[in-house]
T-cell receptor, first 114, second 113 residues
Framework: DTGVSQDPRHKITKRGQNVTFRCDPI?????LYWYRQTLGQGPEFLTYFQNEAQLEKSRLLSDRFSAERPKGSFSTLEIQRTEQGDSAMYLCASTSGGYYNEQFFGPGTRLTVL | AQSVTQPDIHITVSEGASLELRCNYS??????LFWYVQSPGQGLQLLLKYFSGDTLVQGIKGFEAEFKRSQSSFNLRKPSVHWSDAAEYFCAVGPNRDDKIIFGKGTRLHILP
């Protein structure tokens, strides 16, 4: 399967713990996006990368959140000192960029903070 | 600010019946519009998109959508639904050439046998 993959698919953690999610985009795609989706809502943009450069961050991305894409391939999203309000589905998408191209989404990582 | 409104949180239709899911957007210029579908445990899948040109857009799985500038709408339609169409549907708008997408809150489609 050459689609976008995310790991883990599910994560349960206790409040205050740190968690890290990984996204592997489609190999030739240079743009990678992170979205957050809470119950009853559509996905909300968090941040995106062009190759290894993080180009934009939403105000939703508090200082407890950090994202990296060190070699312009896979990306990680870390949440420090998790809070119950962080419980959500975290979606990753990738695209080859340029004049608008389709974003391909991964299956998401569902985070539950107890 | 750009926004997308999907007025129906849930829609229930019988298998074989026609379907229309509503979407209204707020945007200052010509928008790029999308419909995505999300099945349980699956990622979002693009059904169709509108950038310019013909206002009636054909997509995958027998879906179509019509862009109506005067009504700021981009409603999704299907002439005959199948049980496998049960899922959540998201309308979205993309501003200019920035790839960031703004999603609506979604409409969950239920199919009656």
């Amino acid at each position: 399967d050459t689609g976008v993959s995310q790991d883990p698919r599910h994560k349960i953690t206790k409040r205050g713990q740190n968690v890290t999610f990984r996204c592997d985009p489609i190999s030739e795609h240079n743009r990678l996006y992170w979205y957050r989706q809470t119950l009853g809502q559509g996905p909300e943009f968090l941040t995106y990368f062009q190759n290894e450069a993080q180009l934009e961050k939403s105000r939703l991305l508090s200082d407890r959140f950090s994202a990296e894409r060190p070699k312009g391939s896979f990306s990680t999203l870390e949440i420090q000192r998790t809070e119950q309000g962080d419980s959500a589905m975290y979606l990753c998408a990738s695209t080859s960029g340029g004049y608008y191209n389709e974003q391909f989404f991964g299956p998401g990582t569902r985070l539950t903070v107890l | 600010a750009q926004s997308v409104t999907q007025p129906d949180i849930h829609i229930t239709v019988s298998e074989g019946a026609s379907l229309e899911l509503r979407c209204n957007y707020s945007y200052g210029a010509t928008p790029y519009l999308f419909w995505y579908v999300q099945s349980p445990g699956q990622g979002l899948q693009l059904l169709l998109k509108y950038f310019s040109g013909d206002t009636l857009v054909q997509g995958i799985k027998g879906f179509e959508a019509e862009f109506k500038r005067s009504q700021s709408s981009f409603n999704l339609r299907k002439p005959s639904v199948h049980w496998s169409d049960a899922a959540e549907y998201f309308c979205a708008v993309g501003p200019n050439r920035d790839d960031k997408i703004i999603f609506g809150k979604g409409t969950r489609l239920h199919i009656l046998p």
